[in-house]
């Protein structure tokens, strides 16, 4: 599934909601239509993967897990800078508000770092810490390398640039260029409609993905330039009542068994 | 005596908050003492991104014990209230005193408070200061945020040393509690430090990489950041705000100097500055000759074990990887000429009741030029041809790459690709300039081809938004209307410019709810556009030339009817702008409501002349007792007449004056008084002397404030302060003869009226 971010998964959205404790790390292949740059920015592209960690409740060691994490994969906390900048987080999308940093190094946004306060419009009881590596960059830094597409990717003689290079070119000429806008406008609407479709069959999970997808299209209107400041309050608008009412389907499924197991738990 | 020391240890809390967190620990620890009847001598507090800290010197062991009264009921007053009384006050019965009071036996009960020691104070108040505390983002985490009453912090606390003396003042909140350790440098130093008490913590931390002090971290960045430049042969820019958050970001701050490909130096300044200093929070530099050089300070947080080569190669590679995308950028966009890219903004919708963009600037450029055609106002010196090229070209870097990377240099860019295609540079000018003045600090606009566009685009979103109903509302002002009609007010005023802004505005309502066309006879379609900006009776004049001309147009006038309301809400609401705005420049604000209450004067400038010649005028002799005079006269019409407050009209300089001048108090009698020409007695000298003063003042200040002499007018009205003096002093206006009350009632109000013809004195306090 195409998004923005590994935010978005289902592993990460809607588990950050409810009681129960959730421990989880995945790679998310991510694509954001704006920021390709048809191959010739050393550390910018349409599509790149990040490594997501959600930890819930957050420990209250998480800052030092993570930088024992660095250390682990290579970076000498003593050889290069490392620095917890403000970055607040908030996804008008998903209805989603958080504190945190992103993480510096040597002056390099490496990861996003963030305290779940808010998902889907509900407050998260407990508060879940999310860790977002980025990894071509931190790759960048153990390879010492100065652009991504001069990461070694297998040991064998396989650049990233071998395989992502054309693919960026090509992409950023489609998002910018080439995508049909009135397909897109239509691509949406269908998204639209089969999540309140599955919103009304009371099923989160499916209805959540059509959001998700409403979500990268509106993305892909946006890179097409054809969504002014005024007409992208109302598309996020949209997408984030989309967002909202999966959250709320996901919360309405699962009360129950919570408050069985969770007796001093409630949603509000 | 004792020292104290309070630190609150928590994860990176943000540069931006810092100073303010200082300021709010000092105070709430200094009210919670104060509460408790302690007073501490120098309070110091520190700042750092994992610390808060305080150190209050010199405080007692112990409060003051205190012995407090309170009264209670009579001693013959009923057991339950006796009891109740005893219950609050924590006494036994025993132990109250009786009293006499005025004569009645009274109980009381004395309530001797011993002293209490400070630390046990301090225990309750470190849990009450960091709940009270105004962070202005707080957030849960953790095991307790299950619940949302959990503590909320700005970040993560993590621990809190607390000691006075050298004792621990043992505290807890939400399963913080209080020790004699803290931590070091995130990287320079592992495990726990052990603080003794205020007096060794700073120096306790230093030797652990905390400089603890923001002045000292702030210091090193300023002078460490010049030198490095210096080092290189450079000048840094200096930049304060930037100093403050890297203090604000560093326990340990180490400035380096960096350098990029001067291949990028291509790129506008702004734009390198902009991506150095936000982005990255680097200094930028420049070379001997003043040029900006291809050099940066970053500011680390660690003596790196290579003496910083790392951190500076890898913070190079950051910096050339965002100004590669500021240069991809600045190429990409000048591929494609300025009238190109504005073709994209028919793209982009504006709002969905005003149009796209693109309609916006078709409006704006018919209105801009429109004004570069306005006689007498200097605006004339606009290029007509130049102003509308500018017009249509001005928000055409909306859509560039940069632009949309930094919303922040609209305006900037456009200017500069219009210089690189060789347009005039009138036009870039304006094009780089018509937003401004944005902020209160900022420039206003000089060029007569910017003012005009500046003033048009703001007219346009201004009169654009009333004209669908989106008015601001209270603190909402989503369309931030009230900056676009400050920004015209601005304009119109510091560069002086005469116009009458109602017809202006009828002009701009008129390009966005165009009238319905007329085929081919026009002249009453134009004649109604002209009149159109004149209140009331300019409409009744449209609807006139409209009817006269030879189309059924009931639709036209259904439109003027239907649009003098909007005119006049923009009006007003300009008016109003400039009445807070005059106000916050000190003007007195009755003052301003005694011209503003005239109405009918659409001509900032004029109104403010007029303003600020009251203002001289009050505070002289003349005026002073002109104005007593005034509230003489004025008191008796009401008495007499039992008139309500008048109302007072001026606008002299409309053409429908004469009429408006008559309905001027709004009240029959006073229209029949001031209109008695002959009188059936002989009047008195006095009496006589203040008509005199009137038909000779009068022209007089109709005449001056024609001419926009207002000095003049108020000089005018001060030669009638003799004659009212005198005629209050020899003449009873409450005559038995009821001719002669009722003229000389007539007299005061022609008196009132001439007055009224400046301002309405009824307003003016004092």
């Known amino acids: ?268 | 005596m004792a020292d104290f020391l309070l630190e609150l240890l928590s994860e990176e809390i943000p540069a931006r908050m810092q100073a303010k967190a200082r300021v709010d620990l000092e105070r709430l620890f200094v009210a919670q003492l104060s509460d408790a009847g302690l007073k501490a001598g120098a309070v110091t507090v520190y700042s750092t991104p994992r610390r808060l800290a305080l150190i209050a010197k010199d405080l007692p062991a112990q409060t003051e014990a205190v012995s407090e009264e309170a009264k209670g009921p009579p001693e013959s007053a009923p057991d339950q209230a006796v009891d109740g009384f005893c219950r609050k006050n924590g006494v036994t019965r025993d132990q109250l005193e009786v009293r006499d009071v005025k004569g009645r036996p009274t109980l009381f009960a004395v309530i001797n408070k011993p002293g209490r020691a400070t630390s046990d104070v301090l225990s309750e108040a470190i849990p009450a200061i960091i709940k009270a505390f105004p962070w202005p983002k707080s957030m849960r985490w953790g095991d307790a945020s299950a619940s949302t009453e959990s503590l909320r912090w700005v970040r993560p606390l993590s621990g809190i040393v607390a000691i006075l003396g050298d004792d621990l003042v043992a505290c807890e909140i939400d399963g913080v509690t209080s020790g004699y350790e803290t931590v070091g440098h995130r990287f320079h130093h592992e495990g726990m430090i052990t603080i003794g008490n205020a007096g060794d913590y700073a120096e306790k931390l230093r030797a652990c990489h905390v400089l603890v002090d923001q002045a000292e971290r702030e210091a090193i960045v300023r002078d460490g950041a010049a030198k490095a430049a210096s080092d290189g042969g450079l000048e840094l820019v200096s930049d304060e705000g930037l100093v403050i958050e890297n203090a604000g970001l560093t326990e340990w701050p180490v400035p380096l100097l960096g350098g990029f490909d001067p291949a990028f130096l291509d790129v506008p300044e702004e734009v390198i500055q902009l991506t150095a200093r936000v982005n990255q929070k680097y200094f930028i530099c420049r070379d001997k000759s003043g040029k900006l050089a291809p050099n940066f300070v970053c500011t680390a947080n660690i003596d790196a074990s290579d003496g910083g080569k790392a951190i500076t190669a890898g913070n190079e590679k950051v910096l050339t990887a965002r100004l590669s995308d500021a240069k991809f950028f600045w190429e990409l966009d000048q591929k494609t000429a300025l009238e190109d890219h504005a073709k994209k903004l028919s793209n982009i919708v504006f709002h969905e009741k005003l149009g796209t963009v693109a309609d916006k600037v078709e409006r704006v450029a018919k209105l801009a030029e429109r004004l570069a055609s306005l006689e007498g106002t200097g605006l004339h010196r606009a290029n007509p041809e130049q102003t509308q090229l500018a017009a249509r070209l001005c928000k055409a870097d909306l859509v560039t790459e940069m632009v949309g990377e930094f919303p922040e240099l609209q305006g900037l860019m456009g200017g500069y690709y219009a210089e690189k295609e060789g347009l005039p540079i009138a036009v870039s000018n304006a094009i780089r300039d018509h937003y401004k003045p944005v902020g209160q600090g900022d420039d206003v606009p000089t060029d007569p081809v910017t003012v005009c566009v500046s003033l048009a685009d703001k007219l346009d979103t201004l009169v654009g938004f009333f004209a669908i109903g989106e008015k601001p509302t209270g603190s909402k002002d989503p369309f931030a209307l009230r900056r676009a009609a400050l920004g015209i007010i601005r304009i119109l005023i510091e560069r002086d410019l005469t116009f009458p802004v109602k017809r202006t505005v009828a002009s701009a309502l008129s390009e966005i709810i165009p009238l319905p066309s007329l085929a081919d006879s026009t002249t009453g379609l134009e004649i109604a556009k002209e009149y159109m900006g004149d209140g009331k009776l300019g409409t009744a004049f449209a609807m006139e030339a409209v009817k006269k001309s030879t189309i059924a147009a009931k639709s036209v006038t259904a439109e003027i009817e239907a649009r003098g309301p909007i005119i006049d809400d923009v009006l007003e609401f300009l008016t109003d702008r400039l009445k807070v705005q005059q106000r916050e420049a000190g003007v007195r604000h009755d003052l301003i409501d005694a011209v503003f209450a005239l109405g009918g004067e659409d001509d900032l400038v004029r109104l403010l002349a007029r303003v600020k010649a009251l203002q001289a005028f009050v505070v002289t002799e003349d005026g002073v007792n002109l104005l007593a005079g005034y509230k003489r006269a004025s008191n008796i019409l009401k008495k007499e007449l039992g008139e309500g407050s008048a109302p007072a009209q001026a606008g002299a300089h409309l053409p429908f004056e004469q009429t408006d001048a008559t309905a001027g108090d709004g009240l029959l009698p006073s229209q029949e008084y001031s209109s008695v020409k002959t009188l059936s007695y002989t009047p008195e000298k006095a009496e006589k002397a203040l008509i005199d003063a009137l038909d000779a003042a009068q022209p007089n200040v109709t005449a001056a404030i024609a001419a926009e002499a207002f000095e003049k007018a108020m000089t005018a009205l001060a030669d009638l302060r003799a004659p009212i003096d005198q005629f209050f002093e020899d003449v009873t206006v409450n005559d038995s003869d009821d001719d002669k009350r009722t003229a000389r009632l007539g007299l005061l109000a022609r008196f009132r009226a001439a007055v009224h013809q400046v301002a309405d004195f009824s307003k003016i306090e004092g």
């Open chain 1, 1 to 268: 599934m195409e998004m923005g971010a590994g935010t978005f998964h289902t592993a990460t959205t809607l588990r950050a909601l409810g009681p129960d404790p959730w421990n989880a790390a995945f790679v998310q292949p991510c694509r954001r239509p704006t920021d390709g740059r048809y191959g010739e920015n050393p550390n910018r592209l349409q599509h790149y993967y990040q490594y997501q960690v959600i930890l819930k409740p957050s420990p209250p060691n998480i800052q030092q897990l993570y930088l024992d994490s660095l250390t682990a994969i290579g970076i000498d906390p003593m050889l290069h800078d490392i620095r917890f900048v403000e970055d607040d987080w908030e996804s008008p999308t998903l209805g989603a508000w958080g504190l945190g940093w992103e993480v510096w190094c040597d002056g390099m946004e490496v990861t996003q770092f963030t305290y779940f306060q808010q998902m889907g419009g509900f407050d998260c009881k407990p508060v879940a810490g999310e860790l977002t590596y980025g990894l071509e960059r931190l790759a960048m830094y153990i390879q010492g390398v100065d652009s991504i597409y001069d990461l070694d990717y297998n040991g064998n003689g396989v650049s990233y640039g071998d395989i992502f290079l054309d693919n960026e070119k090509q992409m950023s000429e489609w998002n910018f260029e080439v995508a049909n806008t009135e397909t897109l406008f239509d691509l949406f609407n269908k998204a639209v409609g089969e999540c309140e479709n599955c919103l009304e069959a009371k099923l989160p999970l499916p209805a959540y993905e059509q959001a998700i997808k409403a979500s990268h299209v509106f993305n892909l209107l946006q890179a097409r330039g054809v969504i002014s400041v005024q007409e992208r309050a109302s598309y996020m608008g949209r997408v984030r009542d989309l967002a909202k009412g999966s959250c709320e389907a996901y919360m309405a499924k699962n009360a129950e068994d919570w408050k069985l197991r969770h007796p001093k738990w409630s949603a509000a």
